[in-house]
């Protein structure tokens, strides 16, 4: 590695995802000071957390100014759909600081699923077939319902904290969820706009793209397993575990999803004038062995990020320089042999009404995983639980079955009332 200066470091966030990327970030030669805000129990083994919001803009300022910080690494999409590159490089206080994420027009690509809609038709990039409605088109919506082939996906066309998409199984259930949206406001501004969908059947994954805004370097993939209840029942969540790599993601479909999907949206991105520095993740499901994107991300997702950093190789911070410079063309990266397979423990109740407050403990019994704190806190001197999605325990072995095998052993040690996991992650293989 070439001589670098050492970076000063703010990551902005406080779920497991936050705590993989404070971890691989923290291992860096390259990383001084280092920062998390807000962060939770487990990040402060790896720097020093801060009470700011990550929707606190001008806290995120101050704070940037006070630390001297030279990277800014927004892990949630919020503070980007929102601005935040935009925010750093409109403030001469700011300018100098690499953010790793796009602009507010790129983060439009998840701030608006009728706009990255729109982008996948004019790049031709292969998707689901749809329309967009709104409550001034509501009876033109029931009418496409209607002749529309079931099931049907109805989405809310902004963020809605992972809630805004119904997959209706009869015209009853798709009408009463597009009127939820549109009429009733159930998702306030983020559901003003409907896309309807085609459903595609098929099995998904997960590919993240890292992008200077002409190249590109892709990390490892990772299929993440939303249902609450074992055998993918039950409530969708934010994510019951991961595993990376994906055993049907061969040499050959991923080529198509490089030719067919990665290359156009970055090239699309810059063709449209788009300033777009970061991650792309790309939510694909693949149909008779061809791809289609489900939803594009602006940002890496969770709990995803849980196995797709341990398993990559390279140094975050240099790859992150070599965005800047516009050189990761220069970069080979390296993705680890071994298998990770992780296993979230969330809150009774989760992902509906949840309590908080209960103590954890047996972190110290843990031996050869990973443990990427989400929602807890230290509190009185203990790890309290403090979120829906607990902890994620992620482990690596010669295959995804060994992988999860020591996940489960270690997430048996650790307790607290009320706690619940998936026994069935990567069931599948």
Request: proline share 5%; glycine share 12%; aromatic share 10%.
């Amino acid at each position: 590695m070439e001589f670098q200066k050492m970076k000063n470091i703010l990551l902005l966030g406080s779920g497991g995802r936050e705590c993989a990327l404070a971890w691989k970030l923290s291992h860096s030669p390259l990383c001084g000071k280092f920062y998390i805000a807000p962060g939770n129990a487990g990040t402060e083994a790896y720097g020093i957390n801060l009470p700011v919001s990550y929707n606190d803009f001008e806290g995120i300022k101050k704070a940037c100014i006070d630390y001297k910080i030279d990277i800014l690494f927004p892990g949630p999409e919020d503070p980007l759909v929102a601005g935040i590159y935009d925010f750093c490089k409109n403030d001469p206080s700011l300018r100098h600081i690499i953010v790793v994420g796009p602009s507010k027009d790129g983060a439009q690509l998840e701030g608006s699923k009728a706009w990255s809609k729109k982008f996948m038709e004019r790049h031709n990039i292969p998707t689901a077939a749809y329309k967009e409605f709104s409550a001034g088109s509501f009876e033109q919506g029931v009418a496409y319902i209607k002749r529309s082939e079931l099931p049907i996906v109805i989405k809310a066309d902004g963020l809605a904290a992972g809630k805004g998409v119904v997959i209706a199984q009869n015209t009853v259930e798709a009408v009463k969820a597009f009127r939820a949206m549109v009429m009733n406001e159930q998702f306030g501004d983020a559901g003003k706009n409907v896309v309807i969908e085609q459903f595609l059947d098929g099995i998904e994954l997960s590919v993240f793209a890292f992008t200077d805004g002409t190249n590109y370097v892709l990390l490892p993939e990772a299929k993440d397993y939303k249902r609450v209840g074992e055998g993918d029942t039950g409530l969708n969540t934010g994510g019951m575990g991961a595993i990376s790599p994906v055993p049907f993601a061969d040499d050959v479909f991923m080529q198509k999803v490089t030719q067919r999907i990665i290359e156009p949206t970055v090239k699309g991105l810059k063709d449209e004038g788009i300033i777009y520095h970061g991650f792309i993740f790309f939510g694909l499901i693949k149909v008779k062995g061809e791809p289609y994107v489900i939803e594009y991300n602006c940002r890496l997702g969770d709990p995803e990020t849980e196995v797709v950093i341990p398993r990559l190789e390279n140094d975050l911070v240099e790859l992150i320089q070599k965005m800047q410079d516009g050189k990761l063309n220069e970069v080979t990266v390296k993705h680890s042999p071994k298998a990770a397979g992780a296993v979230m423990l969330v809150s009774e109740g989760y992902p509906g009404d949840y309590p908080k407050g209960r103590v954890m403990t047996g972190f110290e019994k843990v031996r050869g995983s990973l443990l990427f704190h989400a929602g807890t806190k230290v509190s009185g001197g203990d790890v309290v639980t403090n979120g829906g999605r607990v902890i994620a325990i992620t482990s690596y072995g010669d295959d995804i079955k060994l992988a999860l095998e020591k996940s489960y052993e270690n997430a048996a040690l650790v307790q607290y009332e009320g706690r619940y996991y998936r026994k069935d992650i990567g069931f599948e293989f």
